[in-house]
């Protein structure tokens, strides 16, 4: 791994790790004031239900002065009553006195329902105190916690800080500028390549770029997030060999006089592993190779005259694969000159199901490194 991928790692996650405390202190004063407005809440409901208790308390001395008033107008009218001459008069002041004994009994019955209240507010104010004094005790908590955490948090910064400058110091600017602007915008600047694909946008990479990544020859960016790339072979998934079942459906064979024909070889000259792809076109053929692993197109289309396998007998050897494979001639003249990882794929699957069919006696016709490309 390239001593920049290493420190940009290192980096990435020295700046996670600030990021987290940073956001972990920012955090403490809000769930500090969250507690606050929850205590401020409690001493409202309480100032409420002890604002409603003196209500009540002055509503029955209301009642009680009112009680009194009547029960000396009942006297006057009495008095009164004594000294009366007609029977009118004598039923004036009864009336008066029967309507005063009547608002005293209303009274009365307000006065029990106060005292009735007051016992319920009682207990209200009670419960509302107390929950007062367990808000008030929870605040100072988690003051004092978020003191401490604080007090920490701060110290590990400035311990993240200094390991973060230090690291700076040992990338290269032009590196560091470009990790910078990507972790800015997507949060992180390096993400793994793990089966074809960035982690961090979770997007397929061209097979160039991939082979180039793994190489670990130089820093490789993402097309699609710009993240910086690198490998861990540690992470890589592993391919187990699959026993087929006796009953198993064969492969099937590629026909022999199909238009298009393509071919594996694992020795073509300086190129090494190949594919090779024929089409018959009319009195002519052409032919195209691709890297084996990257799929980039090597050289060239190349056209003769006759039948592909008069045309172009010498690329026809003993180790040359016939595969299956088949594609449009609009559809590969859209591929430009490098195959997609789609169709690189079905190419290599069929690699791997021809030398499984052939067992043994194909895997010894076939040089070795060709086998360990088959079966990569």
């Not at 009953?247 to 099937?252: F, M, N, T």
Request: proline share 3%.
């Amino acid at each position: 791994m390239l001593p920049d991928i290493e420190k940009l790692l290192e980096l990435q996650a020295a700046d996670k790790e600030i990021r987290r405390l940073q956001e972990e202190v920012a955090a403490l004063p809000k769930r500090v004031a969250a507690i606050e407005r929850q205590l401020a809440a409690t001493k409202a409901h309480l100032e409420k239900v002890r604002t409603a208790a003196k209500g009540d308390e002055v509503n029955r001395k209301k009642f009680e002065v009112n009680i009194k008033d009547l029960q000396a107008k009942i006297s006057k009218y009495r008095d009164q009553s004594l000294e009366v001459k007609t029977n009118d008069q004598y039923k004036a002041l009864l009336q008066e006195i029967q309507f005063a004994e009547q608002e005293i009994r209303l009274n009365e019955d307000r006065i029990l329902e106060t005292m009735v209240n007051a016992e319920s507010r009682e207990k209200e104010v009670k419960a509302a105190e107390a929950e007062l004094k367990a808000k008030t005790a929870e605040i100072e908590r988690e003051k004092e916690e978020a003191r401490r955490v604080t007090a920490e948090d701060q110290a590990k910064l400035a311990e993240w800080n200094a390991k973060r400058d230090t690291l700076r110091q040992a990338i290269s600017e032009d590196v560091l500028r470009h990790y910078d602007r990507v972790i800015k915008l997507r949060g992180t600047g390096i993400a793994e390549v793990r089966d074809h694909k960035c982690m961090g946008c979770q997007v397929m990479l061209r097979p160039q770029t991939h082979n180039e990544v793994r190489s670990g020859d130089q820093i490789v960016y993402c097309d699609s997030c710009q993240r910086a790339l690198y490998f861990n072979p540690a992470n890589e998934p592993k391919l187990e060999a699959v026993a087929e079942p006796a009953h198993s459906k064969r492969r099937p064979r590629p026909k022999p006089d199909a238009a298009q024909a393509w071919f594996y070889r694992p020795d073509y000259g300086e190129a090494g592993e190949v594919l090779l792809v024929f089409t018959n076109d009319g009195a002519g053929a052409s032919r195209c190779i691709y890297d084996m692993h990257s799929g980039r197109q090597l050289g060239d289309v190349l056209n003769r005259e006759g039948h592909y396998r008069q045309a172009f007998p010498e690329d026809l050897t003993d180790t040359a694969v016939r595969l299956n494979g088949h594609w449009e001639e609009k559809e590969m003249i859209e591929w430009g000159l490098e195959m997609p990882s789609s169709a690189l794929d079905v190419l290599h699957n069929d690699l791997r199901a021809a030398q499984r069919e052939y067992g043994k006696t194909q895997k010894e016709r076939l040089p070795a490194h060709a086998q360990q490309s088959a079966a990569s």
